[in-house]
């Protein structure tokens, strides 16, 4: 089992950047094949934000984040980031990262993850 720690949310004003930072401990992130972040307004469902395959570095991004926002990970850290440029105020949310073992389908689906962290908030304010 790996337990997923967030860090790195804040108020940052429109146009802005913010940088999470999501740590493993337990099992390394090496032993599951995706990471992903994921975000949740109030009212609102779970969306997915972007991806990363540990392995190889393949991403995977939001339509509404392209260009914006950069996964990225620390193999040595056992870390996960999400590099947040030009925050627009429908950003705000709360950010989640999860991991997900091979073979649990596509990095979209909330669903299809096995482990969270707790999650940290970010408000963009105008």
């Known amino acids: 089992q790996v337990q997923l720690v967030e860090s790195g949310g804040g108020l940052v004003q429109a146009g802005g950047s913010l940088r999470l930072s999501c740590a493993a401990s337990?099992?390394?992130?090496?032993?599951?094949?995706?990471c992903g972040w994921f975000r949740q307004a109030p009212g609102k469902e779970r969306e997915f934000v972007a991806a990363i395959v540990w392995s190889g570095g393949s991403t995977y991004y939001a339509e509404s984040v392209k260009g914006r926002f950069t996964i990225s990970r620390d193999s040595a850290k056992n870390t996960v980031y999400l590099q947040m440029n030009s925050l627009k105020p429908e950003d705000t949310a709360v950010y989640y990262c999860?991991?997900?073992?091979?073979?649990?389908?596509?990095?979209?689906?909330?669903?299809?993850?096995?482990?969270w962290g707790q999650g940290t908030q970010v408000t963009v304010s105008t």
């Open positions: 337990g099992r390394t992130f090496s032993s599951y094949y995706r």
């Open positions: 999860a991991s997900q073992r091979p073979s649990r389908g596509s990095y979209y689906f909330p669903n299809n993850y096995d482990y």
